[in-house]
Structures are given as structure tokens and as C-alpha cells.
């Protein structure tokens, strides 16, 4: 099937319609003779749940596969940012400690000086 066909445009307002009503990609899929693949890549692009709610998804970009709710990447974008910060903390006082007992032991295989 062309992609601007007349049949694919009704097929994919159709698909629209009957996603918001709550009906499954799936079955859209079978009831139209689509893939169901395709069906996804349009609930996504539009947004739509896939509770079939019809609400739009909050801050979910457009083409991304559909891996992951706005919401959801923000927490990792947050945590992970915070796990990094959290390394970078351990590496700076692993170093200082680092070098506080090379210090230490410096000084303590120094030669002692009599006078």
C-alpha cells in the first residue's frame, strides 16, 4: 500500500478513531489489514496511550520508538544524573585519601635526622 493513498488516509483516521475508543493495535491491525507495527508507529506518532484512553502522552517526543513515557526518562535523566555526581564525589575523596597516605607514608620512610 502507497503512503498517500486515499485508502491508507481512511485507514489510518479509522485506526485513530478506533484507538481511542480502546481498541488494541492488534486488532485494529487485523480488522484493516495493516501491520501491526504500523499501528504502533501511529498511536506513537499521535501520542495516543496505549490504554486507548485518547489522552495525549505529557512530553513524549515524537520517534521514539515508544520505548519510554516522558515521565519515566526524566527519573532516569534525574537519577542517573545524580549516580554520576555521586562517582565523581567517591573518585575526588579516593584520590585525596590517595595522597593523604602516600603522605604519610612518606614521611614515615624518611630517614630520621639526629642532631
Request: glycine share 8%; no cysteine.
Amino acid at each position: 500500500m502507497a503512503y498517500n493513498t486515499t485508502q491508507n488516509r481512511a485507514n489510518k483516521e479509522h485506526a485513530r478513531e478506533m484507538l481511542r475508543e480502546g481498541v488494541n493495535a492488534a486488532e485494529i491491525a487485523r480488522r484493516l489489514g495493516l501491520k501491526e507495527r504500523t499501528v504502533r508507529q501511529w498511536r506513537a506518532d499521535w501520542g495516543i496511550s496505549s490504554s486507548g484512553n485518547g489522552k495525549a502522552r505529557a512530553s513524549t517526543p515524537t520517534g521514539n520508538g515508544g520505548a519510554k513515557s516522558g515521565r519515566f526518562k526524566t527519573v532516569l535523566v534525574v537519577f542517573g544524573s545524580l549516580a554520576l555526581l555521586a562517582l565523581v564525589i567517591y573518585i575526588v575523596q579516593a584520590r585525596r585519601r590517595r595522597a593523604a597516605n602516600f603522605q604519610d607514608n612518606m614521611s614515615e620512610d624518611a630517614p630520621k635526622q639526629s642532631i
